[in-house]
């Protein structure tokens, strides 16, 4: 048995009493992170040049103010590549009696995660949460991207997102067929 949204954004299979949940790859890359992040790159090139060409005035404080810019640099473009490849990635969710696998794979690059079932406190679903950047100083230019996914699985006491490109509702309705067919995961 087949479940779609009618937009497509997953799809429900019930193999052998099992349940898995194919994500679409089909999700937007956001335009604005993408330009974002690369704006940012442009700078990296310009510090190294700095800093390479000036290699003999670097002392004191021109080697602190040197390495405090790439620092800035480092944590201020940090944040948005995990946001990118979870954009990129396609991801699908396979609940058992047993455990729950994540399958995620990013340019051919697979990854499985498994939470065995004894370990997995509830399934629920709450509202994405949303990451804002800006380009310009204040909030001008500035843009939200989905930081995280509707599926909410508690294990081992930790909160894990999953879902990434979905919506509340559509994440409502995946947990809600979690439940229908494994009582054990509500909670």
């Known amino acids: 048995m087949l479940n779609q949204t009618s937009d497509q954004k997953y799809a429900i299979e019930y ?3 099992n349940i898995l949940v194919t994500i679409s790859n089909r999700k937007k890359v956001s335009g604005a992170l993408v330009g974002w992040i690369l704006m940012w790159l442009a700078v990296l090139p310009a510090l190294v040049y700095i800093f390479l060409s000036n290699m003999d005035m670097l002392s004191g404080m021109n080697l602190l103010l040197t390495l405090v ?3 800035v640099f480092i944590f201020r473009v940090y944040p948005a590549f995990p946001i990118l490849v979870r954009q990129l990635a396609r991801e699908s969710l396979e609940i058992d009696p047993q455990a729950l696998k ?3 794979k990013v340019l051919g690059i697979d990854r499985i995660q498994e939470f065995l ?3 997995i406190t509830s399934i629920s679903d709450n509202k994405p949460k949303m990451r804002s950047f800006a380009f310009l100083k ?3 230019g500035s843009f939200e991207v ?3 996914g509707p599926i909410v699985l508690v294990h081992k006491g930790k909160e894990i997102r999953l879902g990434y490109g979905l919506d509340h509702a559509a994440g409502q309705a995946i947990v ?3 439940h229908e067919q ?3 995961y509500k909670k």
């Open 182 to 184: 494994f009582q054990k």
């Open 117 to 119: 079932a004894e370990d």
């Open 146 to 148: 989905q930081a995280t």
């Open 102 to 104: 994540v399958h995620s």
């Open 15 to 17: 193999p052998f009493g």
């Open 176 to 178: 809600q067929s979690i």
């Open 69 to 71: 810019f790439l620092a």
């Open 138 to 140: 204040y909030g001008l």
